[in-house]
Structures are given as structure tokens and as C-alpha cells.
């Protein structure tokens, strides 16, 4: 007699499904970044930490001495609240830049990290979804109105919507490269395929010398096998793409955006905090001067 079927214990190994991603998945090294540069921080999926990287990354680079601008692409005004500015006192926003052709200086606010400042978002850019369709080079809005600034930041970071629709392209075509936080969990790389296919098009389209810089791992949870799987799973296929840092899920990174503040200032010594200051480094490692 044969054994009956019993459950697979709990503790048996997950696969982590497999994206169908595309042969240029495994892409070679880049050489360090130059500045000034526009990061697109991008990921059509919600809730896997692209918010709380373009304010904390942010931050970080900020406090290295670096002039940042965190560009709030969402309608959600996360990046907004989370770097402490509250909508109600928002005179101008990244709205009124896309649709109404208002200079990005007057819509920037500055925050209360020293050389960080931001283009807060107010939920009127739901709108702007549907209403850039009929206008003229409706991808190329963002894209004109940060080269009256660039030059004046060493790094802007654009916290994308979670979307791949209009906002989201003119984050893509506005940006030198594109960061993409993954969290480390069940369908992490699920979608990854067609954000490199949409990455693909706007380079073909829309911005040529657009990079896929790397990959950040996002909310990393030591005590479960899955977040090593995912990230074994990343690594395999992206390579030196990936981010050596690591950021672990805290409660910490968590709680401080209600606080309106980045990790490194509300719990300086964090591990989150530490995280942030790490990837800050990386992503900034011998970064030169753009010439000309
Ligand atoms: P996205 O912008 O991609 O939608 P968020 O950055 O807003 O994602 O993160 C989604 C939620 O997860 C937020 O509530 C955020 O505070 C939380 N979160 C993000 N990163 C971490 C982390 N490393 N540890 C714990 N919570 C995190
Ligand atoms: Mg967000």
C-alpha cells in the first residue's frame, strides 16, 4: 500500500516564481554615475518601497554633501509627507510643472534635511493621468521642465507613481537612469518583465541614453527563508546590476514618515538608517562630473 498524500510541511522550500525577462536581463557592469544626474525611481507595483527609497536614498545622498531634489511624480503625496511638508501649504506642485508650464523653481520646497529639497505632489496630479493624453509632447513634459534646473542639483530623484502610464513615462524620459526597488517577497519579480520591455521603449522612443541602473532590494526580512530566495533569485538574474545594500523591513522606516521625517533623522542609528547611508554610498561611489 502506498502512503496516503499528506501536506507538504510548512517549512518546505517556496519557489519563487520565475519572470519571463528579457535576454538583456543580465546586463554588464556600469561605470560609477556622473553628475548631475536624474534618477527614476520605478516600479509599476505598489507598496515595494519606491517612496520610502526616493526619500531615504534622498536623505542620505543629502547628508554625503550632495545637492538632491526628490521629485513627487505620485498623486499620493507620499514623498511629499514624508519629507515633512504638508499638502494644505503646498503653493506650487510637480502639477502645476507638467500641466500648467510653471518653473520648477517655483515649486520647490526645501525641507528640513540641509541640501534636500523637494517638488511635492498634491492629489490634483490624479488628474493629469487623463489630461496630458491630447497634450503636445505629453511625455516629454517633466523632462523639459527639469532642464531649467539641471545643474543646480547634483541628483534628482523622481518617486514614480505606481503605474506605467503617462506620469510614470515622463519619469522614464526624464531620467539618465532608473532605479527599481524589488521587495524581497512572494511575486517580487512579477511585473519586472514589463518594466524593462516599458524601460526598452522609452529608450527607444523617448530617451535614448536612458539606463537600467539597478536594482535596490527592498524590505528584507532575515527570519524568513523566501527574502534569501528572492534575493539569490535577483542577483542570479540581474548581477552586478543589484544593489549590495540590503534594506531590512524595520518598524523604524516605517514609522517615520508620519513623523514627516527620513529615517537618518528620526532614528539616526537604525539599522535602517544605516541601510540608507550604505546604498547612498553605492549608488554614489566614484561619481564624477558630467563634462560640458
Ligand atoms: P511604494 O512607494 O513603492 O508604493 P512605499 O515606499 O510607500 O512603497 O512602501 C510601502 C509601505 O511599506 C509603506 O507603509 C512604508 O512605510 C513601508 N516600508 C517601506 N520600506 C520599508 C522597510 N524597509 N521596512 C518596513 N516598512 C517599509
Ligand atoms: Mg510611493
Redesign the pocket.
Known amino acids: 500500500m502506498t502512503e496516503p498524500d499528506v501536506e507538504a510541511p510548512a517549512e518546505a522550500p517556496v519557489e519563487v516564481p520565475a519572470p519571463a525577462l528579457p535576454p538583456e536581463a543580465m546586463m554588464p557592469p556600469l561605470p560609477p554615475i556622473e553628475l548631475p544626474s536624474v534618477l527614476a525611481i520605478a516600479?509599476q507595483?505598489?507598496?515595494?518601497?519606491?517612496?520610502?527609497?526616493?526619500?531615504n536614498l534622498g536623505a542620505a545622498l543629502a547628508e554625503l554633501g550632495f545637492r538632491v531634489l526628490v521629485v513627487d511624480l505620485?498623486p499620493?503625496g507620499?514623498a511629499t509627507t514624508g519629507l515633512g511638508i504638508s499638502h494644505r501649504n503646498v503653493e506650487g506642485s510637480v502639477y502645476d510643472v507638467v500641466m500648467n508650464d510653471v518653473p520648477v523653481e517655483d515649486c520647490v520646497e526645501p525641507t528640513s534635511v540641509r541640501n534636500l529639497f523637494v517638488i511635492p505632489a498634491t492629489i490634483d496630479l490624479a488628474g493629469a493621468e487623463i489630461e496630458l493624453v491630447p497634450a503636445m509632447s505629453r511625455e516629454l513634459k517633466l523632462r523639459r521642465a527639469l532642464g531649467a534646473v539641471s545643474g543646480d542639483y547634483d541628483f534628482v530623484l523622481i518617486?514614480c507613481p505606481?503605474s506605467l502610464g503617462l506620469l510614470t513615462v515622463n519619469g522614464l524620459a526624464a531620467a539618465d537612469a532608473v532605479l527599481v526597488?524589488i521587495q524581497c517577497e512572494y511575486y517580487a519579480l512579477e511585473g519586472l518583465g514589463q518594466l524593462l520591455r516599458n524601460v526598452k521603449l522609452v529608450r527607444t522612443n523617448l530617451n535614448p541614453t536612458l539606463e537600467m541602473r539597478g536594482i535596490v532590494l527592498?524590505?528584507?526580512d532575515a527570519r524568513t527563508k523566501l527574502a534569501e530566495q528572492v534575493e539569490r533569485e535577483v542577483r542570479l538574474h540581474f548581477g552586478s546590476r543589484v544593489y549590495r545594500t540590503v534594506?531590512?523591513?524595520?518598524?523604524r522606516?516605517?514609522e517615520?514618515?508620519s513623523f514627516g521625517q527620513p529615517i537618518i533623522v528620526f532614528d539616526s542609528s537604525s539599522r535602517?538608517a544605516i541601510?540608507y547611508r550604505e546604498l547612498a554610498k553605492e549608488v554614489s561611489r566614484g561619481a564624477s562630473r558630467r563634462a560640458g
Open positions: 516600479n507595483k505598489g507598496g515595494v518601497g519606491k517612496t520610502t527609497t526616493a526619500v505620485d499620493q507620499n518617486d505606481p526597488p527592498t524590505m528584507f534594506v531590512p523591513r524595520t518598524v522606516i516605517s517615520a514618515p535602517g541601510a
